[in-house]
């Protein structure tokens, strides 16, 4: 099977209440990941954009972005979901033979949207979107039951938020680089028990551009130093309904970084840093136990060794993670240009030091009902 490389990597700042239109914010990205692989968007022969039409509030979402992409007489499609999965696709696409370079570019606008009244309509209408659930208040029933599965506090969850705003400090992108304690986290205001403001992620607006090349491509258009190789990727669906579903199992993750790990040919024991979905402060323990990082229901020991921490065994979330920065559609495809950015060693303050295999994780449905896991190296 050919290989596919990442060549080209465009972030936006992100931030809250940006005043760019979802094409300006495409534009920006766009045009940055071409600059970075070093070529013109004449080398792009197809499009994917990961996009909504719920959070733009328009059909069709991506047809709002297809010039500013550089889709103008070329082919795109729509991946709605995490960027992760829009990865998937565009690799997919180069693949199949098809194509040979493939923009994909996610954008959100959370500042625009009602997050609560759109996470509640992916529930059951009959009966379980009438009784008000959304993405805060169901990640609060998983919470709760990770903790009671394996005897966890609230203090345990704080501590990832703390390390996470914490490693926002080093990445000028960032929403909310932060100096704070459990403390804070603990008096911060209750959202939905045991979930406070500080275990949550913000609001964010971004956008985040890849370009992803063929072998034959990649090697004609790019330095062996921009290319970073997808060496493996899994993903798997876990059921729809929440109470067909223990919360506190991550089967469909394990199946997922089973799959990643086994093409990659590597396991966890051999990655050197880990984005880590955590859109929620305890999610990043329980993935990181589903990705084979930690037996389950250790991964808060674990953190409090330091073993997680930026400069620690293994570094998760250098960038800040989604507690500092939440582009919903955006997050898993930023966290692949973090990895990308380390591996190349370009990662600026927040390096990882000698990077040659990176872990990027991203989520979709409530309470990661699926998940997409990725591997990356040199």
């Not at 005043?19 to 914010?25: C, G, K, N, V």
């Amino acid at each position: 099977m050919e290989r596919v490389a990442v060549i080209g990597v465009g972030q936006t700042k992100y931030e809250k209440g940006k005043r760019e239109t979802f094409a300006e914010l495409v534009f920006e990205v766009a045009s940055k990941a071409l600059k970075d692989a070093g070529i013109t968007v004449k080398e792009v022969d197809n499009v994917v954009s990961v996009s909504s039409d719920f959070w733009d509030g328009r059909t069709i979402s991506s047809m709002a972005i297809s010039d500013a992409s550089g889709a103008f007489g070329k082919d795109i499609s729509t991946v709605e979901g995490d960027g992760t999965f829009g990865a998937l696709y565009g690799m997919m696409r180069i693949l199949s033979g098809s194509f040979g370079v493939t923009m994909v570019v996610a954008h959100h606008k959370g500042t625009e949207s009602n997050m609560n009244g759109i996470t509640n309509t992916c529930f059951d209408p009959l009966v379980e979107r009438k009784l008000g659930l959304d993405a805060v208040s169901s990640a609060a029933l998983q919470a709760r039951r990770y903790m009671t599965a394996y005897g966890l506090s609230e203090e345990q969850f704080a501590m990832v938020s703390v390390k996470n705003h914490g490693n926002a400090k080093r990445n000028p992108l960032a929403m909310l680089p932060m100096d704070i304690t459990v403390e804070d986290v603990m008096n911060s205001p209750m959202l939905a028990s045991p979930l406070k403001k500080l275990d949550c992620s913000p609001v964010t607006d971004g956008a985040c551009a890849l370009v992803l090349a063929a072998e034959r491509n990649a090697k004609k258009l790019t330095t062996n130093k921009k290319r970073v190789w997808l060496k493996g990727v899994g993903h798997c669906t876990d059921a729809y309904r929440l109470g067909d579903r223990d919360l506190a199992d991550t089967r469909a993750l394990k199946e997922a970084a089973s799959k990643a790990y086994e093409m990659a040919g590597v396991g966890p024991g051999d990655v050197d840093i880990a984005e880590v979905y955590d859109a929620f402060s305890y999610m990043e323990l329980m993935w990181l136990e589903g990705l084979g990082f930690c037996d389950d229901g250790m991964a808060a020991e674990y953190l409090e060794r330091g073993v997680f921490d930026f400069g620690g065994e293994l570094p998760v979330n250098p960038s800040g993670g989604r507690l500092s920065a939440n582009p919903v559609q955006v997050a898993g495809l930023a966290s692949m240009a973090e990895c990308v950015l380390q591996l190349r060693g370009a990662a600026g303050k927040r390096q990882v030091k000698g990077a040659e295999t990176a872990l990027a994780h991203g989520i979709n449905g409530m309470c990661g009902q699926s998940h997409c896991v990725w591997i990356l190296g040199k």
